[in-house]
Nanobody, 116 residues
């Protein structure tokens, strides 16, 4: 399984960005898809989780501003980020967990920089 995130960039506070994560390879239908982020000198944190049953969980810091969606045909997960804040500046990673194989796969990150 390979994941490729894209869509990062430099944006002013209050603006929006949409990240994409394309999944290739074979993964169980029983899976969990995540977006994480890691700000400079901080630990990686979970931003949003999509369970294969459709349940979506957002971190408190992004609730109401970020929206996760997916296109199963394109095998792509999107993270729409609105009302961005400087504290959203981080490298964003997508990850996929195969719950049957008990494996977690990571893609390379995409940098989001929000200027004040």
């Amino acid at each position: 399984v390979q994941l490729q995130a894209s869509g990062g960039g430099l944006v002013q506070a209050g603006k929006s960005l949409r990240l994409s994560c394309v999944v290739s390879g074979s993964i169980s239908s029983s899976n969990v898809m995540d977006w994480y982020r890691q700000a400079p000198e901080k630990q990686r944190e979970l931003v949003v989780r999509l369970r294969s049953g459709g349940n979506i969980t957002y971190a408190d810091a992004v609730k109401g501003r970020f929206t996760l969606s997916s296109d199963n045909v394109k095998r792509t997960m999107y993270l729409q980020m609105n009302s961005l804040k400087p504290e959203d500046t981080a490298v964003y990673y997508c990850a996929a967990t195969d719950l049957k194989a008990l494996k977690k796969f990571w893609g390379p990150g995409t940098l989001v920089t929000v200027s004040s």
